[in-house]
T-cell receptor
Framework: SAVISQKPSRDICQRGTSLTIQCQVDSQVTMMFWYRQQPGQSLTLIATANQGSEATYESGFVIDKFPISRPNLTFSTLTVSNMSPEDSSIYLC??????????????FGPGTRLTVL | KNQVEQSPQSLIILEGKNCTLQ??????????LRWYKQDTGRGPVSLTIMTFSENTKSNGRYTATLDADTKQSSLHITASQLSDSASYIC?????????FGTGTLLAVQP
């Protein structure tokens, strides 16, 4: 299994500002993902963070709002830009198995709880 | 449309009792089904992964069943403990991403 850490664990931000969330993995992984979990809801995939190229965004999510960096195989960042109260959620980093098919197993970070006032 | 539905939405049981959580899915093609446990304020942790050919799989006090014909799965928790209080999420991979159920929120009371 992979050990994933996220920073910050939680934050309270003002509307209109931006927050960058960091995800660090203890081993090199091919697949890294960013999810959002709104209050009382299940997880929604924001994007797949690709190493060395632009992230692949899901429908409803755009790069200008959620820019993602993936400088190497163990680290990624997600920025929530120009925040509004609707962005208040838990943001989770996830990595896929490095053996076999990409979706054989996924491991999740502890999440970043964001509150936007 | 690929969907994963779970029931009940929430459940309260007394410590030491058993309970069963349900998951119905319409994801096709089907390869495997996963149950995750998500403690409050934490990320989901995998409990079990079941492939098409598996009917039952246990992980300690957790036993998952799968009926690929009816597209149903269940997660049975035996002799519940206070630490079992969490959200339990059923997940089925689709062609290029995971389809998440909305989860069952379990509260185990002393």
């Amino acid at each position: 299994s992979a050990v994933i850490s996220q920073k910050p664990s939680r934050d309270i931000c003002q509307r209109g500002t931006s927050l960058t969330i960091q995800c660090q993995v203890d081993s090199q992984v091919t697949m890294m993902f960013w999810y959002r979990q709104q209050p009382g809801q299940s997880l929604t995939l924001i994007a797949t963070a690709n190493q060395g190229s632009e992230a692949t965004y899901e429908s409803g999510f755009v790069i200008d709002k959620f820019p993602i960096s993936r400088p190497n195989l163990t680290f990624s960042t997600l920025t929530v830009s120009n925040m509004s109260p609707e962005d208040s959620s838990i943001y989770l980093c996830s990595v896929g198995s490095t053996s076999g098919a990409a979706y054989n197993e996924q491991f999740f970070g502890p999440g970043t709880r964001l509150t936007v006032l | 449309k690929n969907q994963v539905e779970q029931s009940p939405q929430s459940l309260i049981i007394l410590e030491g009792k058993n309970c069963t959580l349900q998951c119905n899915y319409t994801v096709s093609p089907f390869s495997n089904l996963r149950w995750y446990k998500q403690d409050t304020g934490r990320g989901p942790v995998s409990l079990t992964i079941m492939t098409f050919s598996e009917n039952t799989k246990s992980n300690g006090r957790y036993t998952a069943t799968l009926d690929a014909d009816t597209k149903q799965s269940s997660l049975h928790i035996t002799a519940s403990q206070l630490s079992d209080s969490a959200s339990y999420i059923c997940v089925v991979p689709s062609t290029n991403k995971l389809i998440f159920g909305t989860g069952t929120l379990l509260a185990v009371q002393p």
